[in-house]
């Protein structure tokens, strides 16, 4: 029998996997058997990566630890650590100040900047989904190949981004 | 629409049309919706998991692009059901179990699905064919538009959507491209290339979805980062760096017809006689041998194959499907039996 992976070697390794109850069968030499245990090694899951950032912010003491429990769906601030899942959307106010640092980290940020739902009216955010839109109908102009509206366009952002920093200052 | 009904069509993202779509096989986003005042799947109680059911199947029921859509509950369907939905890409493998509570509604071209209590409420996708982010993002836009007007979603104005995963607060969006890269992948600048994209925190998987290795030069590019960027800032990130791996790849292309034009076509068409004429053949090796053939299509080696063929047998290959197809349960060996039937029958083999 030859090696499923390379097609040339004799196959001498039989591995079973049991992936969601489908049992996959290969046939590997020795050579891509040692890899591919590697790679299984090296698979580990999203919540041990995040146990890792969520530890690595400020130390908490023992007794803000006793207080960091969502009130809303009991979820400790410890067991958000271990699992790396929050219990519902009163944990971002409960734990507001552990998951600000964790966000920026996460993501380099910890503003949005995107939509709004339809049923929240917030006034800043209305005028981002401006921006947004004439960004998307710029994109469309380019790959259209509609310079002239395109060009017109491009003003427009740049006039808008112009106003909001100084409505910023 | 009945599950069954799905055997005999294939997606509309699997028809190997829009720009690029000799090297993008298809562009698809999800969003990430919780409502207000529930729990998260993870804590929720079943009373809360069929509240939310509930509230979402109402919803649906008032907005237009719904009206062809189906709903399916996750503990009506067996093992080999909830598997060819993962195949399909229409779910994720964590959908399929613990499936209290859980549904998948499909619409018919299956372009839009969406899952119910998955790790969030909801996880709304949109796939279309080639890349066509932009297309796709305005059409799950809409989506979303119209059930923020029925659905209370948990939103805050600095944070934006949460999430059960801090990974996906903010915009709650992730946007992947499925790329085929033989190319770059034979002249071996593959990793270079992989190792680029995860330094901009873009994340590369396979075909088969998280977790998975990729298989047959397939890989699904996707952005990491949902907060402090808008939702088209993010597509228009992520469609730039596939733009450029889209030309490493063309590049890659024409270096291998300079270099040794015969040996590829050699590879091309004993890849296309294999497929053709085995009566037993595995997954791994049917996927690997696909990609070739597709990309010989795709440099135009191969005539009278279009690449809608080569996209449905990728997935039609899978065990579920083969299961589907046969109306029963079929042994590891049986299924490599019925594998190469059935390529043989899609190609006109022997």
Redesign the interface.
């Known amino acids: 029998m030859i090696c499923d992976l390379c097609g040339k070697k004799k196959a001498t390794v039989h591995l079973t996997e049991i992936v969601d109850e489908q049992m996959l069968e290969m046939h590997l030499c020795e050579e891509c058997a040692r890899e591919k245990s590697v790679q299984m090694e090296q698979q580990f899951g999203l919540s041990d990566l995040l146990a890792g950032l969520a530890d690595f912010g400020k130390q908490v003491k023992d007794y803000e630890k006793v207080k960091s429990v969502c009130p809303s769906c009991q979820l400790s601030y410890e067991d958000f650590k271990k699992f790396g899942r929050l219990g519902c959307s009163e944990c971002y106010t409960a734990f507001q100040d552990q998951l600000g640092g964790l966000l920026k980290r996460i993501h380099g940020s910890n503003r949005h900047h995107g939509k709004s739902p339809g049923n929240v009216q917030v006034k800043s955010v209305k005028k981002t989904e401006n921006i947004q839109d004439l960004k998307q109908q710029l994109q469309q102009a380019i790959e259209q190949e509609h310079f002239e509206q395109a060009a017109e366009l491009r003003d427009k952002i740049r006039a808008l981004e112009t106003k909001r920093k100084e409505d910023n200052k | 629409m009945k599950l069954n009904d799905l055997i005999y069509q294939s997606g509309q993202w699997l028809k190997g049309t829009g720009p690029y779509s000799n090297i993008v096989m298809s562009s698809r986003i999800r969003l990430a919706r ?1 409502l ?5 799947p ?2 929720a109680h079943k009373k809360d998991l069929v509240n939310v059911l509930s509230s979402v199947q109402e919803a649906t029921k008032k907005i237009d692009y719904f009206k062809k859509s189906t709903l399916f509950q996750m503990n009506e369907l067996d ?1 080999i059901d909830r ?1 060819f939905l ?1 195949e399909r890409h229409l779910m994720s ?1 964590e959908h ?2 613990n499936t209290e509570g859980k549904a998948l509604i499909i619409s018919q071209e299956e372009i839009l699905s969406v899952m119910i209590n998955e ?1 969030d409420h909801l996880r709304i996708q949109v796939m279309q064919s080639g890349l066509n982010l ?1 297309e796709t ?1 305005k059409i799950i ?1 809409m989506i ?2 119209n059930l ?2 029925i659905l ?16 996906n ?3 709650a ?1 992730r946007g992947s491209v499925m790329l085929h890269l033989p190319a770059l992948v034979m002249t071996k600048q593959i990793n270079k290339v992989l190792t680029a994209i995860a330094k901009l ?1 873009f994340a590369s998987r396979g075909f088969y979805g998280e ?1 998975t ?1 990729a298989r047959g030069n397939f890989y699904q590019i996707s952005n990491q ?9 993010i597509i ?1 990130n992520i469609n730039g760096l596939i733009r450029q791996v889209i030309e490493q790849e063309e590049q890659a292309r024409q270096a291998l017809i300079l270099q040794n034009k015969p040996m590829l076509e050699d590879k091309i068409f004993r890849s296309l006689g294999v497929l053709k004429n085995a009566h037993i053949i ?1 997954s ?2 049917t996927i690997e041998l696909l990609s070739l053939v597709r990309l010989g299509i795709d440099l135009g080696l191969v005539k009278n194959i279009d690449r809608c063929t080569m996209n449905e047998l990728l997935i039609l290959i899978q ?2 499907h083969l299961q589907k197809i046969e109306g029963r349960k079929l042994s ?1 060996s049986a299924r490599d039996i019925r594998r190469a039937s059935l390529i043989r029958e899609k190609l006109g083999g022997v």
């Open positions: 919780n207000l005042s529930v729990p998260f993870n804590k093992n598997q993962i493998h399929s179990s790790e932009h993002w836009d979303d538009d923020s007007k209370p979603f948990a939103f805050l104005q600095h944070w934006g959507y949460l999430t059960a995963c801090p990974t607060t903010g915009t969006m925190s977790g290795q980062v949902s907060l402090g960027h808008s939702e088209v800032d228009q595995s791994q090796e065990p579920a590891a």
